[in-house]
């Protein structure tokens, strides 16, 4: 069983800057795995959509930028861990941020939405 927990939304103006932090904690064997772990975000009354591209740590645990380098995604603290730093905020950016992790690095957004351990999300909003 595995529990995934986001942190670090709030309300901030344009341009301003936020961190989401995402655990993926196992409660039923001995932490042995290592979870590919993603962002996503949904804005009100939009799809949900993915932020970035799955974070592989076993293929490559260096920061990974998205957006025109406004987000960064990287691991927070030791493996089945993720951050989003993000900065230069848009009012566009406002949305629910999910953090989610799975046993393998889907390609397919589907494929996260039924197999994937999804934490309750972390709101962000942009306005001034």
């Known amino acids: 069983q595995l529990q995934v927990a986001e942190s670090g939304g709030g309300s901030v103006q344009p341009g301003g800057s936020l961190r989401l932090s995402c655990v993926a904690t196992?409660?039923?064997?001995?932490?042995?795995?290592?979870?590919?772990m993603s962002w996503f975000r949904q804005a009100p009354g939009k799809e949900r959509e993915r932020v970035g591209l799955?974070?592989?740590?076993?293929?490559?645990?260096s920061d990974q930028y998205y957006m025109e380098g406004r987000f960064t995604i990287g691991q927070e603290n030791g493996k089945n861990t993720l951050y989003l730093q993000m900065s230069g905020l848009k009012p566009e950016d406002t949305a629910m941020y999910y953090c989610?992790?799975?046993?393998?690095?889907?390609?397919?957004?589907?494929?996260?939405?039924?197999?994937?351990?999804w934490g309750s999300g972390t709101q962000v909003t942009v306005s001034s």
């Open positions: 989610a992790a799975a046993s393998l690095c889907y390609s397919n957004d589907k494929d996260w939405d039924k197999l994937a351990y």
């Open positions: 799955p974070f592989d740590a076993h293929a490559d645990s």
């Open positions: 196992e409660f039923d064997d001995y932490g042995y795995h290592t979870y590919c």
